[in-house]
């Protein structure tokens, strides 16, 4: 942007945001706060105030914004239409503290048991993870939210609570195919 175009944005600013305080035209900054880096649970104040009878007239007032993490209920709405894995993604990372699991670990496993969350056994049953029922052939939920969730949960009883949290430690009582590890872990590593 020209000298000369950034002087007319400024003296548009001041026409439009002028006040008048003792006969005297003054500009008023309009402020926005911009959090930089991880927002997840941090508070920001945010609000500017002009007081005309005090001798510094313009302060800050002290407004508490919480920021907190988590997913939408239209998000959720949306991934028990689609499973679309960005959704996915939230989901799981909003319910791995709950279970004490890492979302990534998850995640991977879903994405390579069910190519990218797309295959016809997890847009058919919404199992994402290649698990068998407990009779025969595969396991089934009524939504791709409740499919994610039971994951967590069998992840937790199944393996965790045994000691088993790695890909390399589930591999032999998960997988049959011994290099399932290996693309668990490079997901993982992409997260």
């Known amino acids: 942007m020209r000298i000369n175009n950034i002087l007319n944005t400024i003296k548009d600013l001041y026409s439009k945001y002028r006040i008048t305080l003792f006969g005297t035209a003054i500009l008023v900054p309009v402020f926005m706060l911009v959090p930089m880096g991880n927002a997840k649970n941090a508070t920001f104040d945010s ?53 004490g699991i890492d979302w990534k670990l998850v995640y991977a496993i879903g994405y390579h048991e069910s190519g990218n969350y797309s295959s016809s056994l997890a847009r058919r049953n919404n199992n994402f993870f290649g698990r068998k029922s407990t009779s025969s052939g595969y396991a089934s939920w009524s939504t791709p939210e409740e499919g994610i969730r039971n994951q967590f949960e069998y992840l937790k009883t199944r393996y965790f609570d045994r000691g088993l949290s790695t890909p390399e430690s589930i591999n032999p009582v998960y997988a049959e195919d011994g290099s399932w590890k290996y693309a668990v872990r490079s997901v993982m590593n992409t997260l």
Not at 47 to 66: C, F, G, H, M, Y
């Open 47 to 99: 609000r500017v105030v002009l007081n005309a009878d005090n001798i510094n007239p313009l302060s800050l007032e002290t407004a508490k914004t919480q920021i907190q993490p988590g997913i939408a209920k239209d998000d959720i709405d949306r991934l028990n239409q689609t499973a679309d894995p960005e959704l996915v993604k939230k989901l799981m990372q909003e319910i791995a503290p709950e279970y």
